[in-house]
């Protein structure tokens, strides 16, 4: 049988750190004839290339060895890190570890080393390899570290204005209209001139707002960063950011301009949420000249504000910029005539001042209409040819006050014109009026919107190349590929990556489109092992986590969307247990131990009130606490037919199943051990509750079977009862998923585990309706919220649906993660997390010829490509240096298989060779690797 990763299997009997041990006590191999060189790349500071700020005394230091030999371990690392002035010399002695004997290159600690608030630090490090090679001292990376919980030392400027809260859908049912203003508020730009007396060789801007901020020096830009400083929980924190604008300043007169956008804080949320009335902002230069002096500049009430070119700007209506009102003089010393005030001062925040750790978002990828049609004189529609989120460059020659409106959907009516009805009351329109200035250009930046197709009206005879796609995401680093020989699989592939960038823009959304946008908890845990394989996500989910943390309700618990406390219900099940999964399912990933010990205490809150709510081990909810298995099709309602308290007992196991395995890495192993009799009571109850003797369970559908058996809830004894009827269910449907958000990502992964691979891809490959690739054939460039969001016969979904239906939805893609670990076989190993060790044990079906995926781990490239050739099985794989994997093959003997042309029996590199069940697996060392399977019968 071979296991992929499911939730469930991504989770061993608690053995956290077994393999990292056995790692160091492996032998040098030595044999290379001609010792290659060593070298050291990568270099990370908390995790990051380039972190803006290291929000800890104690930050942890990452590398990557380069080695072109097979079989690299590090034996041993050096680290060291020296203090830099203002001027960049470095300050006093070095700190140096020791020589280190240790395989660990990633999350290094250098040990008795305090960082200082707002330092500056270079640090290198030097390794040895178990084959007698030792790397020279790598180059220094620089980097500097936040206020460390200092002060924050300047006033919060508003221009002492109310925004009043738009009409927006909310209440009671999705149609009723809370908030009265009909128009988004302006933009306000603020501004201070200053004097240097001499040039300054280091200055440093602090920055934060309630609200979104764009920083700009003597008329630049000072960063191409989006939306800063983002969308914390407010009620409980907020977050600020440090640039260096040293080659911005200039002796003598300076200026300083900041433009305050509502961004989340005081925009109109779903249900009528606004954070708050009033968008304030605060910050600092804080600069120093050649002689060491500082000169601080602060926000206070000497600064001035006023309205400049964005007379509207809002997350759901958009953004208004009249070009006639554009001065590039407001940022810089000279100054523009603009009516400037006084600013307000107002009271300062209660709220710690955190600094900003995920990266923001930023204009990631252009993109170019497919095509362009005039659908009514003067209205012309642009098909991007992608569901894309982000906006538009506008490129327009116009009259002086000529407007030029911009309005974006993702799906187009019958008759051709843009199709609105699934933004609800989201107006998504940008409006430029026109300078009259030759060629214009602009974009918007205080809004973003989900959209495929782009209506432009009010300018004549726009030109074939009037507008731009500009695709906006956070910064995360693309990690993943995959691809295979079937084109439907990987337009699902690409429709997926095209969910995670509409929908992390600044936190997991549920979708990027409608007046909704929110961080939907359950969305985010079924879609994190999918979405870790596909960018850098680390520090994007451990920011996250933080608001997750800050909404938790003692009286309910974890919320659903985060961050918004409060806003939707507590406690629902899948959803809630965000708290527990997202902080696993990242550590898996990325081996970062932080954000384990960043949750824990909140995880052992949970799973105390979980307890309570449960005293026989059943969660008896009611479904009003809960969204069931959300939009499974074929039941009436819109929350599936498995039965809640099923859905939330199941979870209730697996969130105390999860946090015993995180109590165990964390070295409690008390805590893990009453976990671990807390969730044998769980399953206790759940088989007398709901299994029958002849495992069948009491509500005989999909989902049910897939959490029973994914969270290893059934006797074992039972189990291939249970197996046969998850096949049963599924062949009533004619091979077809009836799951919702929690079933979904649940039925192929472990289909795959009990062995029925064949019947994951008879159900991955659906055409019809229900399944992915029904979407795919018809049209689809990203995935839908519902399984029917559009079809040939109805077309949209209608009724209350046709307000809820989003066509870029990433819940669904959660089956990529089987792509990764079960097509390609790529998977991460709960022992030592971070893909330190990983399993690579392709799963060949569904008439696939072909498959590959890559994936850019901390120590460097992994990959598993397999294609058959003739009948001939061939599988080239990769390892980076300082790793090793479990490779499998479909083979029936060891000896039928070739690497490289020689038997594998000769292979030094590989280990533990093992024939079972049609697979050979052994232990492989780091390296490039190319092997074949000889098919039967031939020798
Ligand atoms: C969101 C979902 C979310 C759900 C909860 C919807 O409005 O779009 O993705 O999980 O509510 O049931």
Known sequence: MKSSTSLAKLIRPLVATAFALSLVALPGTGYCAESPSLTVSHLRCEGLDTPKVVDTTAPRFSWRLDSTARGVQQTAYQLRVTELGADGKTVGAPQESARVASDQSQWVELPGFVAKPKARYQWQVRVWDNQKNDSDWSPAVNFETSLLGGAWEADWLSDGMVVARMATTGGKGIRKKVGAAKSAPPARNFRKEFKLPNAPVRAKLYLSAFGVVEPWVNGQKVTEDLFIPGWPDYSKRNFYVAYDVTKQLQTGPNAVGLVLGEGWYSSTLILGKQYGPTPMVSGWLEIVDQAG????????????????????????????????????????????????????????????????????????????????????????????????????????????????????????????????????????????????????????????????????????????????????????????????????????????????????????????????????????????????????????????????????????????????????????????????????????????????????????????????????????????????????????????????????????????????????????????????????????????????????????????????????????????????????????????????????????????????????????????????????????????????????????????????????HYAYGAVVGWFYDTIAGLKPDVSAPGWKHFEISPTPGGKLTHAKASLETAYGIASSDWRIVDGRFELAVKIPPNTQARVSLPAATIESITEAGSDLGELREASGLRAENGRVSFNLTSGTYQFAVKPAGKK
């Open 293 to 808: 002096k500082t000169t601080v500049v602060a926000t206070d009430s000497s600064w001035q504000w006023a309205n400049g070119p964005i007379l509207e700007n809002g997350i759901y209506p958009g953004e208004t910029f009249d070009a006639r009102r554009d001065d590039a003089g407001w940022s810089k010393a000279a100054g523009c005539a603009w009516t400037w005030q006084p600013v307000k001062v107002e009271a300062k925040p209660k709220v710690p001042m955190i600094a900003r750790y995920s990266p923001p978002a930023r204009r990631i990828q252009e993109m170019k209409p497919v095509s362009r049609k005039e659908i009514r004189p003067g209205v012309f529609i642009y098909d991007m040819g992608q569901n894309m989120v982000g906006w538009v460059r506008l490129k327009a020659q116009a009259a002086a006050g000529q407007q030029i409106k911009i309005r974006f959907t993702e799906m187009l009516a019958p008759d051709g014109s843009l199709y609105t009805k699934n933004l609800r009351s989201a107006k998504a329109t940008a409006l430029y009026i026109a300078k009259g200035d030759g060629v214009e250009t602009w974009e918007p930046r205080f809004s973003y919107f989900g959209f495929r197709y782009v209506e432009i009206s009010g300018v004549t005879a726009p030109a074939d190349d009037a507008i731009t796609g500009v695709v906006v995401h956070a910064n995360l680093p693309r990690i993943g590929q995959f691809e295979c020989s079937n084109p439907m699989l990987n337009k699902l592939y690409s429709n997926t990556l095209w969910g995670q960038k509409g929908n992390f823009v600044e936190v997991p959304t549920d979708c990027p489109q409608r007046d909704e946008r929110m961080g939907w908890t359950g969305d985010a845990q079924v879609f994190c092992n999918t979405a870790n394989y596909n960018m850098a996500c680390g520090p994007f989910y451990r920011q996250w986590m933080a608001s997750v943390r800050d909404g938790y309700l003692d009286r309910g618990g974890y919320g659903s969307v985060a961050p918004g406390a409060n806003m939707f219900k507590v406690g629902a099940a899948g959803w809630a247990d965000v708290g527990v999964i997202v902080p696993w399912m990242t550590w898996v990933h990325t081996g970062d131990r932080r954000i384990l010990e960043d949750n824990f205490a909140t995880i052992q809150k949970w799973i105390a009130l979980l307890e309570q709510q449960a005293p026989d081990g059943i969660r008896r909810m009611d479904i009003k606490t809960g969204y069931g298995d959300w939009l499974a099709p074929g039941s009436p309602s819109n929350q599936g037919s498995t039965p809640y308290p099923l859905l939330a007992t199941a979870y209730y196991a697996q969130s105390t199943r999860l946090a015993a395995e995180i109590a165990t890495v964390l070295g409690k192993p008390d805590i893990a051990a009453r976990y671990c009799e807390l969730l044998e009571k769980i399953k206790t109850a759940f088989r007398k509750e709901f299994i029958k003797d002849d495992g069948q369970i009491t509500s005989d559908e999909q989902t049910a079977y897939l959490l029973a058996l994914d969270f290893d809830l059934v006797q074992p004894e039972l189990r291939s009862k249970m197996i046969a009827n998850l096949a049963r269910t599924i062949a009533a449907k004619d091979n077809h998923l009836a799951t919702g958000f929690l079933g979904t990502p649940l039925i192929a992964p472990v289909l795959s585990d009990v062995g029925l691979s064949d019947l994951a891809y008879k159900v991955v490959l659906q055409e019809t309706y229900p399944g992915w690739l029904y979407s795919v054939k018809n049209g689809a460039t990203t995935v839908w919220e519902r399984w029917d969001s559009w079809t040939p016969e109805k077309g949209f979904s209608k009724g209350d649906n046709a307000a809820m239906n989003s066509f870029n």
